[in-house]
């Protein structure tokens, strides 16, 4: 069912597509994905010669991160559709996917689909380049399960909780911080986004967390993702991507113990036995499933 390459997304690292330097940096990182970014990050005077610079870049440096995506301004702007010509005539062999920004309905990732139908046939690109999508708009969110069905393209979603908070009109500081709201501002939209992703075969992704000095505060957010079944944050800087690296790659020690109920379990059915006792803990088909969502996350990230 699933069409697309498997990736891993443990961090995402946001890159504004006008800085040369940072851009530089990005390449030489070793982490599971980066997207150099046309949209907020990037002033509306200088996006323009940002296309230019991503081109240039994507064409022109040795990229370390294992994932390449750009990401580019929504379809209701005067930009978006220059940005995904532009961006794919001049490096499109070079990219793994690109990422839509707001979207309001499947009708806006199928815009995104439909030009990269027909910029691969006119570039005769070999590779097919994928679809990241944020759900940041009440809309999105309202419309999230249709969104995550809707393209063979679509590899994963992202709870942007920067333009969600605004779109809703939620009352908070900085960026990512769900502030006092007890317990959790954030967990129904993450809930109900990941149920979405999980239901179609596609990633869920949580967004930034501005304050890059807080890195307590980060991993709380991360490690409550991790646990509704997300695969990884995003990074706005570098500090915060082991950060990331450590919630969302598997426990060395939780491995080793799926790995041994695994295969405990099979030497039980051979037995006919469907529930058995591994040092103390029930194991049966359920448990199974749980265990083997850990192993195909280790195997995704080479554990
Ligand atoms: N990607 C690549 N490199 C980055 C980076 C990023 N997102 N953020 C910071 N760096 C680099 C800096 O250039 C600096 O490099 P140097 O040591 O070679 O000089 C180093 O990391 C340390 O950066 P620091 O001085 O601590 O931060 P800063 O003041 O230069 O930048 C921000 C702070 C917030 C402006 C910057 O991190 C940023 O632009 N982040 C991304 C914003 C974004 O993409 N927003 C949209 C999505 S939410
Ligand atoms: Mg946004």
């Avoid at 959790?184 to 986004?193: A, N, Q, S, T, V």
């Avoid at 405990?264 to 749980?290: F, H």
Wanted: proline share 5%.
């Amino acid at each position: 069912m699933i069409k697309h390459p498997r990736r891993a997304r443990r961090c995402q690292l946001s890159v504004p597509g006008s800085s040369e330097k940072m851009m530089n940096k990005a390449a030489g990182l070793t982490l599971d994905h980066v997207f150099l970014d046309l949209e907020d990050a990037v002033a509306p005077n200088a996006k323009p010669a940002a296309r230019g610079m991503i081109v240039d870049a994507l064409n022109d440096l040795e990229w370390l991160p294992k994932t390449v995506c750009v990401r580019i301004n929504d379809v209701a702007t005067e930009w978006c559709h220059d940005d995904i010509i532009e961006v794919v005539s001049g490096a499109g062999a070079r990219l793994d996917t690109i990422m839509l920004t707001k979207a309001k309905s499947a009708a806006d990732v199928m815009f995104v689909h439909l030009m990269l139908d027909q910029l691969e046939q006119k570039l005769k690109l070999t590779n097919r380049i994928g679809i990241e999508c944020l759900i940041e708009e009440v809309e999105g969110m309202m419309n999230v399960e249709e969104i995550a069905a809707c393209s063979d393209r679509l590899e994963c979603l992202i709870f942007g909780m920067g333009d969600y908070s605004a779109s809703q009109q939620i009352q908070i500081g900085s960026v990512g911080s769900s502030g006092s709201y007890p317990p959790d501002l954030w967990h129904y939209p993450r809930y109900k986004m990941t149920i979405a992703c999980r239901a179609n075969g596609i990633d869920p992704v949580d967004g930034p967390y501005a304050n890059f000095r807080n890195p307590q505060a980060y991993t709380r957010e991360a490690e409550r993702a991790n646990t509704l079944g997300m695969v990884g944050k995003w990074a706005i800087h570098p500090s915060q991507i082991e950060l990331a690296n450590q919630v969302f790659t598997p426990d060395p020690e939780a491995l080793e113990t799926a790995r041994k109920q695994k295969s405990a379990y099979a030497e039980a059915l051979e037995q006919g036995l469907g529930a058995i006792n591994v040092d103390g803990v029930m194991v049966d088909a359920a448990s199974i499933r749980i265990v083997q969502n850990l192993i195909d996350r280790a195997d995704l990230v080479g554990m």
